[in-house]
């Protein structure tokens, strides 16, 4: 059994999260503790990826050296958060450096241990991949939250440009979904979102790549350009 | 080969972006391929979400009917995009419905075909768990951005309200990291940043728990409060 502490702080974060508990059981058992006193180095820019850290205690800041050796502070993370498994996930190395704030006890995961662990026990990897995919279903609300606002004012803004371009009031979309949204700082969840929503105002209509542009006076309104 | 049109979908997607060719290759060809014409159920509310769905062409929508049996659109999806993988991860059933909204190919991979895949090759589930969290740093730089004009007015507000209720300057968080994050509408990355700022302009100083204010008059200003 993993001691409480870890299993209380894997239990937060989303790797870990969704995980049965003979399965999280599995890995937490496979994993190296270590503590570390607060300014110890824990890796280095350039070290291999071969490992991943949970936060049983303490705080660990992630930090880029400039040329001039100044510290820029990319993060910091506390208990139940992990570190460094994106640059882990990519067997590339880590892109920046991590210390130990304060008095802390960090749990390492190894790529190795959880390359053999998903091939014994393919639940494992579908339950990592449950809480990633139910925090990025989080985030995609917040972030839709965050820019309902200004979404379809921009949207607006760019359809009246594109219809401009055309010399007409319906055109055909030459970007992408994906394209578009990075064009006006939204994804494109929200971009679906905002363009449902001129479409039920009866101000737009959308078929395809192909869109058209019934009321430009109120686009232009909500685009903030009267 | 799969075909060429179902891969350039695949590379869009988070969950299959960061797979190596072989393990593209392997996973796609053991996808079912279907067509649907618009209006076209895919699954309704309840189905076992034993599979999720690549789209290739064409769109769909998500939604849910309430019981007077209006549509509630809660997505819609197109090429490059999947859906019904968090229900599929979960082992559960899919809680919304899904249509094609017009002439739509999907690819479809079961829960099945991936278990057995990622015993066969556990970097297949490395090359997913890649994908997303790539795309989750992706979406917190993005509630970073969208949130880091509110995120330290909002911050400081809650501080001047804790260092009320314990009667003097300096006082000791009882709310975790994430609990206050959620308090003020952000995550936990976001309030870290905004913990540095005030820091770095003097105003606080944070030791563990522990947090003194310096200078309630511009925590004040800050929040808005005067």
Redesign the interface.
């Known amino acids: 059994m993993p001691r409480e502490d870890v299993l209380a702080a894997a239990r ?1 974060s ?1 790797l870990f999260s ?1 995980l049965k508990p003979r399965a999280l059981d599995a890995v937490l058992r496979r994993g190296a503790l270590s503590r570390h006193e607060g300014g110890e180095s824990i890796f280095m820019s350039g070290d291999p990826a071969d490992r991943f850290y949970l936060v049983v205690r303490g ?1 660990v800041k992630i930090f880029k050296l400039s040329s001039g050796g100044a510290q820029q ?1 990319l ?2 993370f ?4 992990t570190f460094g ?2 640059a882990m ?3 590339g190395r880590f892109p920046a450096c991590a210390e130990a704030l ?1 008095p802390t006890q960090l749990l390492a995961v190894s ?1 190795a241990v ?3 662990a ?3 026990d ?2 494992l ?6 809480g ?6 989080e ?2 609300g ?2 839709e939250e ?2 309902l606002k200004d979404v379809p004012a921009r949207l607006a803004g760019a359809l009246l440009d594109e219809a401009e371009k055309a010399g007409g009031s319906a055109f055909c979309m030459k970007r ?3 394209e578009l949204a990075a064009a006006i700082g939204t ?3 929200t971009l ?1 979102r905002a363009l ?1 929503k001129l479409k039920r105002a009866g101000w737009i209509e959308v078929r ?1 790549p192909r869109i058209a542009v019934f009321r430009p006076d109120e686009l232009r309104r909500l685009s903030g350009r009267d």
């Open positions: 937060k989303p969704r705080r502070i993060h910091g506390g208990p139940g958060e498994e994106a996930w990519e067997g304060e790529r959880l390359r053999e998903f091939g014994r393919p639940e990897a579908i339950g990592m991949l449950a990633l995919s139910r925090r990025l279903r985030l995609v917040l972030v965050l820019s992408t979904k994906a994804i494109p969840e679906s449902r395809g």
